[in-house]
């Protein structure tokens, strides 16, 4: 049978009237309302010169339909690079690269701004060059304290601004915009938190916008009036430090009154307050239509909405009226095709970002580049691009066993080849892990990963087969030419039922005593439902990600007491910084506790041992080179233990298929945590990059 689920996009371009309707920002029409909002992608070349990874990178939202694209915060000094992936506005020598990458979006159609800024206090380098700021103090989520600027100094970066905006004008650019936003010098000169001058830059609000507003006239004297010039403008700092919104459209009137602005692009947030810069799923996109309805309301410009916009949304927020263009930047990084697919009727197969930030934010933070979740080919269309997957030379008949995230990318990814494709699914339902990932409190958004999976095979007219746990003569009696195992992983916490020994290095037993007990349960357990939990709950965090740090706030949520044990720093330290900082105000607001820094020793009945990861034991000779633990510890009335403490591949049929001489002459693959245990981001590029080479 043929297995479809329609995901939460409409269909028919009557849906989107608006989205669809042109538009022009001053002298520049654009197609549609869709902006691709700038960010940094981390493609830049470290001597700050764009890169052919931008070129790919932005023709590809170009092809897919965007109006206009923003090109991401470029630096107008070599002191406001915050990274040395920064392209270096200020410097001739960019011109080229630039005009590459104009060149590359004109031919589709789409209108192409550029945003200049100076970083100012903010950075991610560790540690960075000297930080320029009104105030000699750090941005409170940093260490590293600045410069307090001189008139030098706020002269140069006047004219930094000025001859960056030569220079992209030179490149072909379109338009202008300026940052006075999340991060960078203008929002700190303005803000009155960051801003303790007493100079003609400083003390009262005209003369915290004086540079800003200096900036503004040299840009125009630069570029003529005929350039568009937009501000991306944080309405409220979301600290409680901060300024607030009133003080945010203050700035707005004070900007729009020179006459010289022509739109405004909404933006909150500081690096104090990082979710809120780019909001997680755990921040519903609800909560900025505040924002936007209140910048609308203070201008009569034209604003750019944003706060993680789904095409429908996007919709609704331009039919009420509470802004004139669309910002997404996240969900064009998940599907470059949004625009195409709802502008030709399929907008059921829209694959919508899942806002987890763990492919691009987390990615980018360290510099590297731009990544999804759930689209392989982020950040490297040039080899990696699912509109370079072509039909193959002929048909195979390809099976795939398992319905999970690399199960369901495979069977996609192989019927875009042309091949024929039977998908089994031991399962009632596809989806994996991804459904008990999705039941995790703030995570619901999760599903989306698969559910576009499923929209996709059943669109490419994969056959699912569900509740069947193929068997080695089921597949060989399809006689496939390649078979693509994803059976996925499962907690490392017990002997597996049907244990093969193939010589193979096999993940052995974690070396704990007492994981045998009857109230010893795996997150798997919980999630699904299998077992309901009650009382006081000891969570084990090994993992550093969801599969701990979501399990225990399920259970908190489930009226349990719950207690996390981290040996890591922190609970959940893998995850993205501001997603992480949620989850620890949730936790602190939920009532758990949090003990990091701690090793699981034992389990016993009503109480588990644990013992500082370090400690002063044995600190003589070589010895003080090895990490000993410290005293055992115990955490009593415990009613539950649920250790996430590690997972193993169910690779027994992968392995049973390779020994099986039915199978002597059929290409056997496999892929995802049937490989080994990862994160989603890894197991669908594992599964596309296998499928497409079918």
């Known amino acids: 049978m043929v297995c479809a689920k329609p995901i939460g996009e409409g269909g028919l371009v009557s849906d989107y009237p608006n989205l669809l309707s042109p538009f022009s920002i001053g002298r520049v029409a654009l197609r549609n309302r869709v902006v691709f909002q700038p960010h940094f992608?981390?493609?830049?070349?470290?001597?700050?010169?764009?890169?052919?990874?931008?070129?790919?990178?932005?023709?590809?939202?170009?092809?897919?339909?965007?109006?206009?694209?923003i090109l991401e915060s470029m630096?107008?000094?070599?002191?406001?690079?915050?990274?040395?992936?920064?392209?270096?506005?200020?410097?001739?020598?960019?011109?080229?690269?630039?005009?590459?990458?104009?060149?590359?979006?004109?031919?589709?159609?789409?209108?192409?701004?550029?945003?200049?800024?100076?970083?100012?206090?903010?950075?991610?380098?560790?540690?960075?060059?000297?930080?320029?700021?009104?105030?000699?103090?750090?941005?409170?989520?940093?260490?590293?304290?600045?410069?307090?600027?001189?008139?030098?100094?706020?002269?140069?970066?006047?004219?930094?601004?000025?001859?960056?905006?030569?220079?992209?004008?030179?490149?072909?650019?379109?338009?202008?915009?300026?940052?006075?936003?999340?991060?960078?010098?203008?929002?700190?000169?303005a803000s009155p938190f960051f801003n303790r001058r007493t100079d003609r830059y400083g003390g009262s609000f005209e003369n915290r916008m004086r540079l800003s507003l200096e900036v503004i006239a040299a840009i125009k004297a630069a570029t003529g009036r005929d350039v568009p010039l937009g501000v991306r403008?944080?309405?409220?700092?979301?600290?409680?430090?901060?300024?607030?919104?009133?003080?945010?459209?203050?700035?707005?009137?004070?900007?729009?009154?020179?006459?010289?602005?022509?739109?405004?692009?909404?933006?909150?947030?500081?690096?104090?307050?990082?979710?809120?810069?780019?909001?997680?799923?755990?921040?519903?996109?609800?909560?900025?239509?505040?924002?936007?309805?209140?910048?609308?309301?203070?201008?009569?410009?034209?604003?750019?909405?944003?706060?993680?916009?789904?095409?429908?949304?996007?919709?609704?927020?331009?039919?009420?009226?509470?802004?004139?263009?669309?910002?997404?930047?996240?969900?064009?990084?998940?599907?470059?095709?949004?625009?195409n697919k709802v502008a030709s009727g399929r907008g059921d197969l829209v694959r919508l970002c899942i806002s987890c930030n763990d492919g691009c934010i987390y990615q980018v933070g360290q510099e590297k580049g731009v990544r999804c979740v759930h689209n392989p080919g982020a950040g490297q269309e040039r080899r990696l691009s699912e509109r370079l997957v072509e039909r193959a030379g002929y048909s195979r008949k390809v099976v795939v066993i398992g319905g999970g995230p690399a199960g369901l990318k495979a069977a996609e990814t192989a019927a875009r080849r042309g091949h024929s494709v039977t998908l089994f699914e031991a399962e009632r339902r596809l989806g994996g892990q991804v459904n008990l990932a999705a039941v995790q409190p703030e995570h619901g958004a999760v599903a989306e990963v698969t559910a576009y999976l499923e929209a996709a095979v059943a669109d490419l007219a994969v056959t699912i087969r569900l509740g069947t746990?193929?068997?080695?003569?089921?597949?060989?009696?399809?006689?496939?030419?390649?078979?693509?195992?994803?059976?996925?992983?499962?907690?490392?916490?017990?002997?597996?039922?049907?244990?093969?020994?193939?010589?193979?290095?096999?993940?052995?037993?974690?070396?704990?005593?007492?994981?045998?007990?009857?109230?010893?349960?795996?997150?798997?357990?919980?999630?699904?439902?299998?077992?309901?939990?009650?009382?006081?709950?000891?969570?084990?965090?090994?993992?550093?990600?969801?599969?701990?740090?979501?399990?225990?706030?399920?259970?908190?949520?489930?009226?349990?007491?719950?207690?996390?044990?981290?040996?890591?720093?922190?609970?959940?330290?893998?995850?993205?910084?501001?997603?992480?900082?949620?989850?620890?105000?949730?936790?602190?607001?939920?009532?758990?506790?949090?003990?990091?820094?701690?090793?699981?020793?034992?389990?016993e009945p009503g109480r588990v041992r644990v013992a500082p990861v370090v400690s002063d034991a044995d600190a003589i000779g070589w010895a003080k080179y090895i990490l000993m633990p410290g005293d055992e510890r115990l955490i009593e009335d415990v009613d539950w233990v649920v250790p996430v403490i590690g997972r193993r591949s169910r690779e027994n049929l992968y392995l049973a298929l390779k020994a099986d001489m039915r199978f002597s002459q059929v290409q056997v693959l496999r892929v995802g945590d049937c490989v080994a245990p990862r994160l989603i981001q890894s197991t669908i590029l594992d599964a596309f990059d296998v499928a497409r080479h079918l």
């Not at 493609?43 to 694209?69: N, T, W």
């Not at 940052?179 to 960078?184: E, F, L, S, V």
């Not at 309901?532 to 550093?544: A, E, M, P, T």
């Open 233 to 339: 403008i944080c309405v409220d700092e979301f600290t409680p430090f901060g300024y607030d919104t009133d003080y945010g459209l203050d700035m707005v009137r004070a900007l729009e009154v020179t006459g010289q602005i022509d739109y405004f692009n909404s933006d909150a947030g500081s690096f104090s307050s990082y979710w809120m810069e780019i909001p997680p799923a755990a921040v519903p996109a609800s909560e900025f239509r505040r924002i936007n309805v209140a910048l609308k309301r203070a201008t009569s410009l034209p604003v750019i909405g944003f706060g993680r916009i789904s095409p429908s949304a996007g919709e609704a927020l331009l039919a009420a009226g509470e802004a004139d263009l669309v910002g997404m930047a996240r969900q064009l990084i998940a599907d470059p095709e949004t625009v």
């Open 41 to 69: 992608t981390a493609l830049g070349h470290l001597d700050g010169m764009p890169s052919d990874d931008h070129v790919a990178y932005h023709e590809e939202r170009a092809q897919g339909g965007v109006g206009l694209i």
């Open 75 to 189: 630096a107008i000094h070599p002191t406001g690079k915050m990274s040395r992936r920064f392209v270096n506005a200020w410097d001739p020598a960019v011109v080229p690269g630039l005009r590459a990458i104009v060149d590359a979006v004109h031919r589709h159609g789409t209108k192409i701004f550029g945003q200049l800024t100076h970083g100012g206090h903010t950075s991610l380098e560790k540690p960075p060059y000297i930080l320029w700021a009104p105030t000699q103090m750090p941005e409170p989520s940093s260490h590293h304290s600045t410069k307090a600027m001189d008139e030098d100094d706020t002269r140069a970066v006047i004219e930094g601004f000025a001859r960056s905006a030569r220079n992209l004008v030179a490149a072909g650019l379109d338009g202008i915009e300026i940052k006075i936003a999340h991060d960078g010098l203008l929002r700190s000169f």
């Open 469 to 603: 746990a193929a068997t080695a003569g089921m597949i060989a009696a399809l006689n496939p030419d390649t078979v693509i195992v994803a059976t996925g992983s499962e907690p490392n916490l017990r002997a597996p039922d049907t244990p093969i020994s193939m010589g193979l290095g096999r993940q052995v037993l974690p070396d704990i005593e007492g994981l045998a007990h009857d109230f010893v349960v795996s997150a798997d357990d919980v999630l699904s439902g299998r077992v309901q939990l009650s009382g006081h709950v000891v969570v084990i965090d090994k993992n550093g990600h969801w599969e701990a740090a979501g399990t225990a706030e399920f259970l908190a949520d489930a009226q349990c007491r719950v207690t996390v044990v981290a040996a890591h720093g922190m609970v959940g330290e893998d995850i993205d910084a501001g997603t992480r900082t949620l989850f620890h105000r949730r936790a602190a607001i939920k009532g758990m506790t949090l003990l990091p820094g701690l090793s699981l020793v034992a389990i």
